[in-house]
T-cell receptor, first 107, second 114 residues
Framework: AQRVTQPEKLLSVFKGAPVELKCNYS??????LFWYVQYSRQRLQLLLR??SRESIKGFTADLNKGETSFHLKKPFAQEEDSAMYYC?????????FGTGTRLKVLA | DSGVTQTPKHLITATGQRVTLRCSPR?????VYWYQQSLDQGLQFLIQ???????AKGNILERFSAQQFPDLHSELNLSSLELGDSALYFC?????????????FGSGTRLTVV
């Protein structure tokens, strides 16, 4: 089965603290994984994709095939990072999204 | 501007009614995807079109239908509306079939059924 699991609905951290948003997937074959961000119920925006191995707005994510995980990390959270984050797996012809994690960065 | 245009932005209608949501994909994108976002269900895939043809179907109710026109814009038709259909409906587009380079999302249509 193709599935994405984000175990935390809400994650609250203080400004300057490290952030880790968890994502686990189930997929047979080589997965293509992405993180999308949604600010205040606006449109979803692509944050990063694992094949690019890029860092966007200080966020990084590493694909761990052994643990079937693609956790999103940032060393120092900022208030403007507060948003909804979705992990997505490119399944057969479409994305499968996790249920999302709301990140709240407290001042 | 993301390039994907959705109209209307907001829609309030009564139960039992029918509405049409419209999506214009980003220029050059051939694939269009519809997603429903509700508070308790997260993002649910509804349907995908590629160059006018339906290519994948998700959890789309029989009361819902969609199509993609020759100019590549797409419409999502929702009929016999129920209170539970209230949600944010997103359209996304991609160049490649399946979206291997990521989707571009529209800003959504917020449907409220009263």
């Amino acid at each position: 089965a193709q599935r994405v699991t984000q175990p935390e609905k809400l994650l609250s951290v203080f400004k300057g603290a490290p952030v880790e948003l968890k994502c686990n997937y189930s997929y047979s074959g080589s997965p293509e994984l992405f993180w999308y961000v949604q600010y205040s119920r606006q449109r979803l925006q692509l944050l990063l994709r694992h094949i690019s191995r890029e860092s966007i707005k200080g966020f990084t994510a590493d694909l761990n095939k052994g643990e079937t995980s693609f956790h999103l990390k940032k060393p120092f959270a900022q208030e403007e990072d507060s948003a909804m984050y979705y992990c997505a797996l490119l399944g057969t012809y479409k994305y499968i999204f996790g249920t999302g994690t709301r990140l709240k960065v407290l001042a | 501007d993301s390039g994907v245009t959705q109209t209307p932005k907001h829609l309030i209608t009564a139960t039992g009614q029918r509405v049409t949501l419209r999506c214009s994909p980003r220029s050059g994108d051939l694939s269009v995807y519809w997603y429903q976002q509700s508070l308790d269900q997260g993002l649910q895939f509804l349907i995908q079109y590629y160059n006018g043809e339906e290519r994948a179907k998700g959890n789309i109710l029989e009361r819902f239908s969609a199509q993609q026109f020759p100019d590549l814009h797409s419409e999502l038709n929702l009929s016999s509306l129920e209170l539970g259909d209230s949600a944010l409906y997103f359209c996304a587009s991609s160049v490649a079939f399946g979206g291997v380079n990521g989707y571009t999302f529209g800003s959504g249509t917020r449907l409220t059924v009263v």
